[in-house]
């Protein structure tokens, strides 16, 4: 379970409560404050919209300060400065499209497409968040391939 300070945002009709510009799920007042619980697949859907989108700033605002990244398939680690910087610098102009997002408590996985003109992978990405933010974050990717031929496939 995250939880995060909430600003009060003025709106037309009333007071909106926010954290960090997004609704929160679910309210709470602690010792007179009141604080929010983020649900973590919604945080995996702002990362991915954020990235999406090229926002490289806001893409640093959603990670923690100790936030640690890693590559299953090439055993790379970032840490957020370098995994901003990856994002950023990586050749081309490629959309990053979550397809399905799911959570529990501060953990929360989902699976992506990544594509540019000429080419596509999938990712699967697992989060942790802590107070709102990215905390670790654990990739694997694959490439698009060709489905293997009928002799490698067992009879039906």
């Keep these: 379970m995250s939880l995060a300070v909430v600003g009060v945002d003025e709106r037309k009709r009333g007071v909106r409560r926010t954290v960090r510009g997004r609704t929160p799920t679910a309210l709470s007042v602690v010792a007179g404050s009141v604080l929010a619980m983020t ?3 919604e945080t995996m859907r702002e ?12 893409l640093q605002d959603l990670l ?11 055993g790379e680690t970032f840490d957020g400065e370098g995994f ?8 081309g102009v490629w959309r990053f499209v979550l397809e399905d997002a799911v959570g529990d408590g501060d953990r929360a996985a989902g699976r992506s497409t ?3 003109d000429d080419e ?17 974050l654990v990739e694997v990717w694959a490439e698009t391939v060709d489905a293997p ?7 039906a």
């Design 39 to 41: 649900n973590a697949s």
């Design 149 to 155: 031929s009928a002799d490698r496939r067992p009879e």
């Design 120 to 136: 596509e992978h999938h990712v699967a990405t697992f989060l942790t968040v802590r107070d709102g933010l990215v905390s670790e």
């Design 64 to 74: 923690t300060p100790d936030f640690r990244g890693r590559y299953v398939h090439t």
């Design 114 to 116: 990544v594509f540019n």
């Design 84 to 91: 901003v910087a990856l994002n950023r610098d990586y050749p």
């Design 47 to 58: 990362l991915a919209a954020v990235i999406d989108a090229r926002d490289w700033a806001r």
